[in-house]
């Protein structure tokens, strides 16, 4: 028993040693048969208090170490444990439909124009135009593989278009409201002429105030994939984005592609189908409806703000289409 704490009496009848100088009139009473006085009694009860305190403190401290060495104890099982998931996410190997092939050089380009000039008098606008290339493996020989380079093409534009919107959302930290299921938008998903618009908002704005960006699909044979514009962002003047993909043609690559090698077998040789991704923005605001006031017909706006906003914008889904478009698809060509 732990020193200052009362231990119950042995089984011959011990009444001591009693600890507690405060119940020693207790003790005294036991064995002339008297009680003890009144004030005595009360010191004697605080003195139990006392020693129960200290007996729920020592039995606390002795359940935190037990505590203590069970999760000493249990630590072992459970690094093993998270070490064997480890490893079972480690053995996971995912199979491609068709391996990632040597991708082709990006070529990024990216081009302005400003229009009207400042000294005009109007409001300028202007077109930012990006392209680059990416590539997808080339399958052929199954019943599937029925398509030419430019229905790929086309069906690259559709999913591209699709995702450059959500993009922007995801960019810019915005919600994106009204907008079809992802991969279905080209399928009479995004709103079109005359129907209420996709909207790119703040999160903290309020549904009556106007969104940051609106977006609607308009109907564009031949021509790429086409949304108009408006919101706060385009102030009042409509603009334009086109996303548009053309087949570059198909070549091979690796030890296959190389000019005076063997004839390769068909597991070894790669074959890829270059696009190239084109984004057009046109008649895109340079400032907002205060344009006249922000100098040179706002151009410093453009230049300082606007423009680097959306060219990081660009390159970043440029960046995204180079490097994974070849992960998630493949150019089933008909021989």
């Known amino acids: 028993w732990p020193q200052g704490v009362a231990r119950a009496p042995t089984l011959a009848g011990e009444l001591g040693p009693w600890p507690l100088p405060h119940c020693e009139a207790w003790r005294r009473g036991f064995s002339s048969g008297t009680a003890p006085a009144a004030t005595q009694r009360e010191d004697c009860g605080a003195g139990v208090r006392w020693s129960t305190a200290v007996a729920a403190a020592v039995a606390a401290a002795a359940c935190r170490v037990a505590g203590d060495v069970a999760r000493c104890d249990a ?59 990416f590539s997808l493996p080339v399958e052929r020989g199954w019943a599937r593989d029925s398509n030419t380079p430019a229905d790929v093409a086309g069906s690259m534009a559709d999913t591209l278009a699709d995702r450059l919107p959500r993009w922007a959302a995801e960019q810019w930290r915005l919600e ?52 108009e514009l408006g919101g706060l962002a385009c102030a009042g003047s409509p603009a334009f984005l086109t996303v548009q993909c053309e087949a570059l043609g198909t070549s091979m690559v690796g030890d296959a592609g190389k000019p005076g090698a063997a004839a390769a077998s068909s597991d070894e040789a790669s074959e890829r189908l270059d696009i190239r991704l084109t984004t057009t923005l046109s008649d895109f605001p340079v400032a907002g409806r205060a344009w006249c006031m922000v100098g040179c017909g706002g151009q410093w706006w453009w230049e300082r703000y606007r423009l680097p906003a959306i060219r990081r914008l660009l390159r970043g889904f440029h960046d995204m289409a180079n490097e994974q478009m070849m992960l998630f698809y493949v150019a089933a060509l008909r021989d």
């Open 176 to 227: 994106l409201v009204g907008a079809p299921m992802q991969l279905r938008g080209m399928r009479g998903g995004w709103p079109k002429e005359k129907a209420k618009p996709a909207e790119l908002r703040w999160p903290w704005m309020p549904s009556p105030m106007p969104a940051v960006l609106t977006v609607r699909q308009l109907p564009s044979p031949g021509e790429g994939i086409v949304f």
């Open 75 to 133: 630590t072992p099982a459970k690094k093993a444990e998270e070490a064997q998931e480890e490893e079972d996410d480690d053995e996971f190997d995912f199979r491609f439909a068709k391996a990632p092939v040597e991708r082709a050089p990006m070529d990024w380009d990216l081009s302005t124009v400003v229009q009207p000039a400042a000294t005009s008098g109007a409001r300028p606008l202007a077109t930012v135009a990006a392209s680059s290339t």
